[in-house]
């Protein structure tokens, strides 16, 4: 992207790096973002230093008093303006987060949507703020439950949905009456500059204090001071299983709040009866989109033995039409990985494959030459493994999709798809209608997010996101979410005059 794009969505390439609101300050080391799709510089910013993070985490302490003090319909018409913005920044926003982190046009244009969409899901959450009421055992006693602010949030995203994911935390927060700190991935600093300064826009025209939304740049260690603040009410983290365990650590360390969205490992089953035309839609999109760097992406796909060779095929023949290249261009199905790390790990992962005994349909490669000059371009990868394989078990954060054949009955597959250790995304693909309630059951699909007749990939904001076991149990977004950015409060009103005690106990003066 040029200058002057940059400069479109109010990003100051002078001036990047830490910020309360519009006031922008670094110190710290230069963090260089460089575009996957050309190895070009986009720009620099700067790390926060720990006396910057500490100014940062006062002005929030002030921010909290007065925001929690808005009533939260109020509160609801700051978020209502953002999403208003995004809808005007749309097709510039979702160029930079294609440009920066190098997912397809079309991909970062939709991560803006699902901004646009948790703005307008929290907007009417805002006058939906519910507690319940409580019939009490006592006469004359009423009894209720209610729900107020938690404080300060600390907001911890990843690479790979540089944009959403502050902004499922922050819309919902914000309306909750928190104010939040966001520290985003080193590897795409500039687009959280660009939504720092959107927000800090409007609450600036809106007269509101600047440390309602901040912004701290750097590596883990500014992850680290979040983790361990007890300044920090709740910490929100999505990223790495490995990451996550250690935030959990030190958050649980100062009996504080985690909410965690980490790794996946996501299989579609395809039972005898499964369309295979939306099977194959639903498992290449899955498998290759965001070239494989979704938490949601499609990892596994088991496949009834009956049926196997057909679905093998048919994949065969569709992986020969992916287009890879520049994500910008909308003809291309996938972009490049990341960075050059991420390369390495797909390597390494190809290798593990066939040390294991896996055998490789698809081979993987690293394209070199005109347009793939960033070295971090690879070609989308099928494999046929065994699911107790050390590699499957792992999440590769690649285009690698793996085929395991399952026999008998669909409870053999929904085994081998709880046997990992990740609970995110699952799916199947079946016209069986025993099967799928079989899948949706208590004795069914284990993860947090469970699909019939779609893939494991694109979640809807109106239900709550997240999953289990070594996904950290986090649910962000839709749904009942919000209680999450919430501290629930019981309340028992006594409107007699005498002083009933509960479960009959006597207690006379």
């Known amino acids: 992207m040029t200058t002057e794009e940059l400069k479109s969505i109010n990003i100051d390439v002078e001036n990047l790096g830490t910020s309360t609101g519009n006031t922008w300050f670094a110190k710290g080391d230069i963090i260089k973002s460089y575009s996957p799709t050309n190895g070009k510089l986009i720009a620099s910013v700067k790390s926060t230093t720990r006396n910057e993070y500490d100014q940062v985490l006062a002005e929030a302490a002030k921010a909290k008093l007065l925001w929690r003090d808005i009533p939260s319909p109020k509160r609801g018409e700051i978020v209502r303006q953002l999403g208003d913005k995004l809808r005007e920044l749309k097709p510039t926003l979702g160029k930079l987060v294609s440009y920066e982190m190098g997912k397809s046009y079309q991909e970062g244009m939709g991560e803006v949507q699902e901004m646009i969409d948790i703005c307008d899901f929290a907007v009417g959450l805002s006058r939906q703020l519910y507690g319940n009421t409580i019939h009490s055992e006592r006469p004359g006693h009423r009894m209720y439950d209610q729900y107020h602010p938690l404080g300060v949030i600390g907001i911890i995203t990843a690479f790979n949905f540089p944009v959403a994911v502050w902004a499922w935390n922050a819309a919902l927060a914000l309306v909750c009456g928190n104010v939040i700190v966001w520290k985003p991935s080193e590897k795409t600093p500039i687009c959280a500059v660009a939504c720092q300064q959107i927000i800090a826009d409007i609450l600036k025209k809106n007269n509101l204090p600047e440390g309602i939304s901040s912004l701290v740049t750097g590596d883990a260690e500014v992850g680290k001071w979040i983790a361990e603040d007890e300044r920090i009410t709740l910490v929100s983290a999505t990223g790495s299983t490995r990451m996550g365990k250690e935030v959990a650590k030190t958050v649980a360390g100062r009996l504080g709040k985690s909410l965690l969205e980490l790794g996946g490992n996501n299989a579609i089953i395809v039972t005898p009866s499964a369309d295979l035309k939306m099977t194959v ?7 290759v989109g965001t070239a494989g760097q979704r938490c949601t992406s499609t990892r596994r796909l088991i496949i009834h033995e009956s049926i196997y060779d057909k679905v093998k095929n048919a994949l065969v023949d569709a992986y020969k039409q992916i287009k890879i290249g ?7 199905h996938m972009g490049p990985l990341i960075d050059t790390d991420a390369v390495h790990m797909y390597l390494t992962a190809l290798e593990e494959i066939k040390k294991q005994g896996g055998e490789i349909l698809v081979p993987g490669e690293v394209l070199t030459g ?3 000059e960033s070295g971090c371009y690879v070609t989308p990868v099928i494999a046929e493994v065994e699911n107790h394989y050390d590699i499957v078990q792992h999440e590769t954060f690649a285009p690698i999709l793996y085929l395991i054949k399952y026999t008998g009955e669909v409870d053999n597959a929904i085994q081998l798809q709880n046997a990992v250790r990740q609970g995110l ?3 199947i693909m079946t016209s069986n209608l025993r099967e799928s309630e079989i899948f ?8 947090g997010i469970a699909n019939v007749n779609i893939g494991t990939s694109g979640a809807e904001i109106g239900g709550a996101f997240g999953g289990e076991k070594e996904t950290g149990g986090g649910r962000e977004s839709g749904s009942d979410a919000w209680k999450a950015y919430m501290r629930r409060q019981t309340n028992t009103i006594n409107y007699t005059t005498s002083l009933p005690l509960a479960q009959g106990i006597k207690f006379d003066l």
């Not at 839609?281 to 498998?287: D, E, H, K, L």
């Not at 949706?440 to 993860?447: H, T």
């Open 281 to 287: 839609i639903g498992a290449v999109f899955g498998a």
């Open 326 to 332: 520049d994500p910008l261009d909308t003809n291309h």
């Open 370 to 372: 005109a347009g793939y």
């Open 425 to 427: 995304s699952s799916a």
């Open 440 to 447: 949706l059951s208590q004795n069914g699909s284990d993860c």
